[in-house]
């Protein structure tokens, strides 16, 4: 049963909660690095070689694509419920709809390098009706659940190094829990925000790079890659939400502006720009900017 004022199945009211490492790179002889920007992401994280054999699992959707950086040990087990596995993995709604399951499979004859540890505790978001992201104060997805992140950003990776299968749909697809919807005040315009405050230049970087995203999507559309398109758009419209969400945590006060920061702490592993290789480059390093700049803003 919905509880009164939850904002979705799976989001706890202030509890205990699972910081993650501090955004700086993490590197291993032999692995490729650790970015700072997913390094966020962890409560700790170790270099790990994956033998022939190995099984990993991904549940996706929406926009979150079947072959992403992250991936599970263990698929949903049968019977459980969307709000088990979102409160695991502290995985947003508005990042991934949870409604497929992926299983890859290392390849024999060869062996896989990945990152793998905890998962931290993400603040509970969601979308109003004009598709601005909201941060659901006094809600969290605790994490706490085991991820692996896979090179899938390095070309041609998950043809010549996993065995893909589809297992069709996720144990609660087709059961999902109506969200919440918070209402408020019109936001903090971009036009009227002060430079040189923390907080406001932050929101003008996700601005920045929202816009970037959207001029990446139209060139590939211009190209005729219409599928690559249609997910960076994807992208390009989360980052949007994000930046007219963190409008609103300035209008709201401090306390808005560390939860909306520590939601943002996190853009690396929800838009997985590295699935786009090269054509995203001109975003990544404003990717970077912004999870640094939202993991100063959320504190220690």
């Not at 758009?233 to 939400?241: I, L, M, Q």
């Amino acid at each position: 049963m919905q509880i009164p004022n939850k904002p979705f199945d799976g989001a706890r009211e202030d509890p205990m909660l699972l910081l993650g490492l501090l955004p700086k790179p993490l590197k291993a002889q032999g692995y490729f690095d650790l970015r700072g920007s997913d390094a966020a992401n962890f409560t700790a994280a170790s270099a790990k070689t994956l033998p022939a054999g190995t099984t990993l699992y991904r549940v996706y959707g929406g926009s979150a694509g079947q072959l992403g950086g992250y991936w599970s040990p263990e698929p949903p087990a049968p019977g459980s419920t969307e709000g088990d596995w979102r409160s695991e993995s502290a995985v947003e709604p508005i990042w991934n709809d949870g409604t497929k399951m992926v299983k890859v499979t290392v390849k024999q004859g060869l062996t896989v390098p990945c990152w793998t540890g905890g998962i931290e505790s993400q603040p509970a978001k969601i979308k109003d009706a004009a598709g601005t992201v909201k941060i659901v104060k006094h809600w969290f997805l605790v994490g706490g659940g085991t991820q692996f992140l896979l090179p899938t950003f390095q070309p041609n990776f998950s043809a010549t190094h996993l065995d893909v299968e589809d297992l069709g749909p996720t144990p609660w697809a087709g059961q999902s829990v109506p969200s919440g919807v918070v209402d408020c005040a019109p936001a903090v315009a971009l036009n009227d925000l002060n430079p040189e405050n923390p907080a406001e230049a932050h929101a003008r970087a996700v601005a920045g790079l929202a816009t970037a995203l959207h001029a990446l999507s139209d060139g590939l559309h211009a190209q005729g890659e219409g599928a690559e398109a249609h997910r960076l758009r994807g992208a390009a419209n989360t980052v949007t939400g994000e930046a007219n969400g963190f409008l609103d945590a300035i209008r709201d006060g401090p306390e808005a502006v560390r939860l909306a920061a520590w939601g943002q702490s996190g853009l690396r592993r929800r838009l997985e720009l590295d699935a786009f290789g090269n054509v995203a480059g001109p975003a990544q390093a404003m990717l970077d900017a912004v999870v640094m700049s939202a993991a100063g803003l959320k504190g220690g």
